[in-house]
């Protein structure tokens, strides 16, 4: 791989790394080389295998390069794509806007290539198109987390037990709220309480329904 790709290989690695600290997830790396995944990030009590790529902007779309070739001495010329057996997700950083993305399998499996649209597409096509805002950082990790969620009670386990992390008593960001929302709804239909804070001061609490004073005086 050229020098310039490796730099911005290695950028996009720590700024999706960073990215998903700051959204309060576990991140974990590989201890050894040639795996087809770079970060492992924990979400909704699941360690899911990311691969971290440089996303290119050309006018209003974000290209996303996934192919890959080398030449075997027993096959020839090799191209290989992604598919979910090597990675779970492919994490995208846009080094021009300075933002990042999440695309799930059914978005990269077996592709060359991924588009993200800045805007809608100009003949309004709408099949096959990619919006670069479904699939933005901390949206994309919340409308994960439902996902995973929903898959953990469709088998019939507690999603609960599944995951992780615990509620601090003294609340959470804003920002990691709004990321982790399922994980928090769930917690507080358990009987659970999660205080929200704003630049570290308490704002909002979150309670199960019928312990809401507001709930309590309307049955009333």
């Known amino acids: 791989m050229p020098a310039d790709q490796n730099i911005k290989g290695n950028v996009a690695e720590l700024a999706i790394a960073a990215e998903a600290a700051r959204l309060g997830l576990t991140v974990l790396m590989p201890m050894t080389e040639h795996e087809r995944y770079d970060l492992v990030l924990g979400i909704a009590g699941r360690l899911l295998r990311v691969q971290c790529k440089w996303g290119s902007r050309q006018g209003e779309v974000i290209k996303v390069r996934l192919r890959s070739s080398y030449h075997s001495p027993t096959r020839g010329y090799v191209v290989r794509t992604y598919t979910p057996d090597e990675v779970d997700l492919i994490a995208v950083h846009c080094g021009d806007l300075g933002r990042s993305y999440l695309l799930p399998v059914e978005v990269f499996t077996g592709k060359a290539a991924v588009y993200l649209r800045l805007?809608?597409?100009?003949?309004?096509?709408?099949?096959?198109?990619?919006?670069?805002?479904?699939?933005?950082?901390?949206?994309?990790?919340?409308?994960?987390?439902?996902?995973?969620?929903?898959?953990?009670?469709?088998?019939?386990?507690?999603?609960?037990?599944?995951?992780?992390?615990?509620?601090?008593?003294?609340?959470?960001?804003?920002?990691?709220?709004?990321?982790?929302?399922?994980?928090?709804?769930?917690?507080?239909?358990?009987?659970?309480?999660?205080?929200?804070?704003?630049?570290?001061?308490?704002?909002?609490?979150?309670?199960?329904?019928?312990?809401?004073?507001?709930?309590?005086?309307?049955?009333?």
């Open 119 to 220: 805007g809608p597409a100009r003949n309004n096509q709408q099949a096959s198109v990619h919006l670069a805002a479904r699939y933005a950082f901390p949206g994309a990790v919340a409308q994960l987390e439902e996902r995973l969620a929903g898959s953990e009670e469709a088998r019939g386990s507690n999603p609960l037990s599944s995951t992780t992390e615990d509620v601090a008593p003294g609340g959470v960001g804003m920002e990691r709220f709004y990321a982790r929302l399922a994980h928090y709804v769930r917690h507080a239909e358990a009987g659970g309480e999660v205080v929200v804070n704003r630049r570290g001061k308490p704002v909002a609490r979150l309670v199960p329904f019928e312990l809401n004073p507001a709930a309590v005086t309307a049955d009333a």
